[in-house]
């Protein structure tokens, strides 16, 4: 079975500052990871994911995460936030070749100020 | 292309009463999912469809839910009778493939309240 830790569930930062949202995972298999993103009102939206290769992976809206395995974490980092960016984001990880359904961490709430 | 649509986008019953959400993938999907988040807990998976096959239903709660995927195409989840403890948001989401590395698309969810 697999678990998903986000251990912040808000973040305050004020604009133009870097952040770094956490998520560490526990899995007995090798896992795919995933960061999503729900704006207000909406649904999410895949922000990067991690599926082999290269351990740094770039995503859409200037984020970033790192892979890993030693320390099983995933963690999302942006070097300069905007407004638009608040928003709340949810580490998930899937089992390699075994099933789809994605298992999500309890989500951050990232709250950028002016 | 059009995302993938939840309708109601919120509902508000009483306990003891039948409610019904719909959910249409993006075309050309075969892979429909459901998922679920109470309030203030993690997004848990419900149950997937491959076409109109439920390729995984372990997350349902129970027999008070039920799923379908008419012609494979678009999906309802009926929950019937409804409980306090139903409350929350459901989402669906598709992929056009499986092996779970593929991308997921998310509707924006149906909220549900149970009074």
């Known amino acids: 079975a697999q678990s998903v830790t986000q251990l912040d569930s808000q973040v305050p930062v004020f604009e133009e500052a870097p952040v770094e949202l956490r998520c560490n995972y526990s899995s007995s298999v090798s896992v795919y990871l995933f960061w999503y993103v729900q704006y207000p009102n909406q649904g999410l939206q895949l922000l990067l994911k991690?599926?082999?290769?290269?351990?740094l992976v770039k995503g859409i809206n200037g984020f970033e995460a790192e892979f890993n395995k030693s320390q099983t974490s995933f963690h999302l980092r942006k070097p300069s936030v905007h407004i638009s960016d608040t928003a709340e984001y949810f580490c998930a990880v899937s089992a390699y070749h075994n099933t789809d359904k994605l298992i999500f961490g309890t989500g951050t709430r990232l709250q950028v100020f002016p | 292309e059009a995302g993938v649509t939840q309708f109601p986008s919120h509902s508000v019953i009483e306990k003891g009463q039948t409610v019904t959400l719909r959910c249409d993938p993006i075309s050309g999907h075969d892979n429909l999912y459901w998922y679920r988040r109470v309030m203030g807990k993690e997004i848990k998976f419900l149950l997937h469809?491959?076409?109109?096959?439920?390729?995984?239903e372990s997350g349902m709660p129970n027999n008070r839910f039920l799923a379908e995927r008419t012609g494979g195409t678009y999906s309802t989840l009926k929950v019937q009778p409804a409980e306090l403890e139903d409350s929350g948001v459901y989402f669906c989401?598709?992929?056009?493939?499986?092996?779970?590395?593929?991308?997921?698309?998310f509707g924006p969810g149906t909220r549900l309240l149970v009074l």
């Open positions: 991690y599926l082999s290769g290269s351990t």
């Open positions: 989401a598709s992929s056009q493939g499986g092996f779970g590395q593929e991308t997921q698309y």
């Open positions: 469809f491959v076409k109109e096959s439920k390729q995984d």
